[in-house]
C-alpha cells in the first residue's frame, strides 16, 4: 500500500489503517468487509496503473490516448462500486481525501476529484419520481419549464434547471431544484451503523485518542446534510446576513418549493473552480481573500461554520466575487466554545502567550492536563495553524504548506499525540481549516493574511487592509455589532484538575 493511500485511508477515517483492521478482522468479520475493501481499493487501483503503464510502451500515440481513458474509465467505476456509487457516508468522507492530499496516488485522486462537482446521476423518471412524491405534482405541472438532464450531482442528491412564478412579481425566475436521490438517507444510516468501529479503528493510531466525540459529531453532521428543510434553514440565514455584499453571494431560498428531500434556490450562473484556477494570479489572490473572510466572518460573527468547503460548492464571478453553495452541514457553536476559538487564536498567534495557550488546550479537551511535554513543544505542535496570521507580512500559500499540515494533523510520531485528542467542537472545525488551506494552496493565493486577521478578529477588529476590505466597509455600517463579530464574555469551561 503506498503512502499516499495510507493517508487517504486516514482521511477517510480508518485511521488504523489495514493493520488496524486485521487486528479486528477475526472479530468483525462482516462489519469490517466494507473498510477491507477501502484497501483493496488501492491496490486495484494501483494494479490498473502499472499494467496500463505497461502497455503503453508498445503503443502509438492514438493507443496510448486510448489507453489513458480506458485506465481512467476503469479507475473510476471501480471506486464508484466500493464507494456505493459513490453516494453515501464513505464517499462524503471520500469527498475530503480528494482535494485535502495532493500526495496521494494519481489515479485514485483524479477518480475522487471528479466528486468535486459530479457524480453518477439517478434518471430523469426517478428525480420526477420524488418531485411528486415530495410537492404532489409532476415537474411539468409545477414549473414552467423543467430539465429533465441534471445540472449537477453529488454525494446524496443532484440538481435539475427550472423556471417558476415569481408570486411576487408575477415574472418567471430560474431556480435549481436539488432533488435527493431516493434510498440514501437508509444507506448513509446503515454507513453510520458501522461508525462506532471507525473508533475503534481511530484508538489504535492514535493513543491519547478519545474517539466517542468525534465519532458522535461526524454522525450528527452527516445526518444533518439528509435534512433539505435544515439545509433551507441554514442558507436562508447565510443569504440573509451576507444580503448586499460585494463579494459573497449566497442564494436565496423558495421555501414553498422547498422540502425534506427537495431543495429550490435562485439559479446563479458562473465559472467553476477549474475555471477560475487558469485565471491570473491577482484574480486568484482576490478569490482567496473572499474565501478566508467568508470562513472566518461567518465564524466571528455568525457563530456558524458552513462545512463543507469543496470546490464544487463556489461559483466565481471575477474581481473576488464568489457564490456560495451547498448549506446542509452547517455547525452552530455555543458561547463557550466561541470563546475558547478566540482565546486559542488570541494567545497563540497575537499575543504568543504559550502558557496561557496550553491552559486553553487543556481546558478544552484538546490537551490532557498535566501531560509531561514543555510548553514550548506544545506551542509549536498545536500552533502550526496559526503559522500564516502570526506576523504582519506577505504570505503565499502553497499546496506543500497545505498537506504540510495535513500531515502534521495526522502525525502521531510526536510525543504530544500521545496526549492529545480532538474534542465534538473541534472536528469540522478541523475539517473545514484543511479544506480552505488547501485551496488557498491550489490558488496560491498571496496577501497580508495578519492584517485581513486582524479586521475579522473580535479582540482587535482592526482597519481595512485590501481593495475588498474597503468595498465591503458599506455593508459592514449595515450590520450591529455584534453581527460584524463578537465574542460571548463568558469564560471557558474550567480545565480539569
Request: charged share 25%; proline share 6%; net charge negative.
Amino acid at each position: 500500500m503506498t503512502r499516499g493511500l495510507t493517508r487517504l485511508l486516514v482521511l477517510l477515517g480508518f485511521t488504523g489503517g489495514v493493520a488496524g483492521a486485521l487486528a479486528l478482522r477475526h472479530r468483525h468479520d462482516v462489519r469490517l468487509q466494507r473498510n477491507v475493501d477501502l484497501a483493496s481499493l488501492g491496490l486495484k487501483v494501483g494494479s490498473t496503473y502499472a499494467s496500463t503503464a505497461a502497455r503503453k510502451v508498445f503503443a502509438t500515440a492514438e493507443r496510448r490516448i486510448e489507453l489513458d481513458s480506458e485506465r481512467e474509465l476503469k479507475t473510476a467505476e471501480a471506486i464508484s462500486e466500493r464507494l456505493g456509487n459513490m453516494k453515501g457516508a464513505l464517499m462524503k468522507l471520500g469527498q475530503m481525501a480528494s482535494y485535502v492530499d495532493e500526495g496521494l496516488p494519481g489515479p485514485l485522486r483524479e477518480a475522487l476529484a471528479q466528486l468535486q462537482s459530479n457524480a453518477p446521476p439517478m434518471s430523469a423518471d426517478l428525480a420526477a419520481q420524488v418531485i411528486r412524491e415530495e410537492l404532489g405534482r409532476h415537474p411539468d405541472e409545477l414549473f414552467v419549464e423543467w430539465d429533465p438532464q441534471p445540472l449537477a450531482s453529488a454525494s446524496i442528491g443532484q440538481v435539475h434547471r427550472a423556471v417558476v412564478v415569481d408570486p411576487a412579481t408575477g415574472l418567471e425566475r430560474a431556480v435549481a431544484v436539488k432533488v435527493q436521490y431516493p434510498g440514501v438517507a437508509e444507506a448513509i444510516a446503515a454507513d453510520l451503523r458501522n461508525a462506532d468501529l471507525l473508533g475503534a479503528i481511530l484508538k489504535q493510531g492514535f493513543g491519547g485518542l478519545d474517539p466517542d466525540e468525534m465519532v458522535a459529531e461526524i454522525k450528527e453532521r452527516i445526518t444533518d446534510e439528509l435534512d433539505y428543510e435544515l439545509e433551507a434553514r441554514n442558507q436562508t440565514v447565510f443569504a440573509d446576513h451576507y444580503r448586499g455584499h460585494p463579494f459573497i453571494h449566497v442564494p436565496e431560498v423558495l421555501p414553498s418549493l422547498s422540502t425534506r428531500r427537495v431543495l429550490t434556490t435562485e439559479l446563479v450562473t458562473g465559472h467553476t473552480w477549474a475555471d477560475a484556477l487558469t485565471w491570473d494570479q491577482e484574480q486568484r489572490d482576490m478569490i482567496g481573500e473572499t474565501l478566508f473572510r467568508f470562513v472566518f466572518r461567518s465564524l466571528y460573527g455568525m457563530h456558524l461554520f458552513n462545512g463543507d468547503p469543496h470546490p464544487g460548492n463556489y461559483l466565481f464571478h471575477g474581481d473576488g466575487r464568489v457564490t456560495f453553495f451547498d448549506f446542509g452541514l452547517v455547525k452552530h457553536f455555543s458561547d463557550t466554545e466561541m470563546h475558547t476559538f478566540v482565546s486559542m487564536v488570541r494567545t497563540a498567534a497575537y499575543e504568543h502567550d504559550v502558557p496561557a495557550f496550553r491552559r486553553i488546550l487543556e481546558s478544552a479537551g484538546m490537551l490532557r492536563p498535566g501531560a509531561p511535554v514543555p510548553d514550548d513543544e506544545v506551542g509549536e505542535y498545536f500552533s502550526q495553524f496559526y503559522e500564516s496570521v502570526r506576523e504582519d507580512k506577505q504570505v503565499t500559500w502553497s499546496g506543500e504548506y497545505a498537506s504540510r499540515i495535513v500531515r502534521h494533523t495526522f502525525d502521531r510520531t510526536s510525543p504530544i499525540s500521545q496526549y492529545a485528542t480532538v474534542p465534538k467542537a473541534f472536528v469540522f472545525i478541523q475539517r473545514i481549516n484543511l479544506g480552505l488551506y488547501a485551496l488557498l494552496g491550489e490558488l496560491t493565493a498571496s496577501g497580508n493574511y495578519r492584517k485581513m486577521a486582524e479586521e475579522l478578529w473580535p479582540f482587535v477588529q482592526g482597519p481595512p487592509s485590501t481593495p475588498i476590505a474597503e468595498a465591503e466597509q458599506p455593508w459592514l455600517r449595515s450590520l450591529s455589532p455584534q453581527e460584524r463579530s463578537s465574542v460571548p464574555s463568558a469564560p471557558p469551561a474550567p480545565a480539569a484538575p
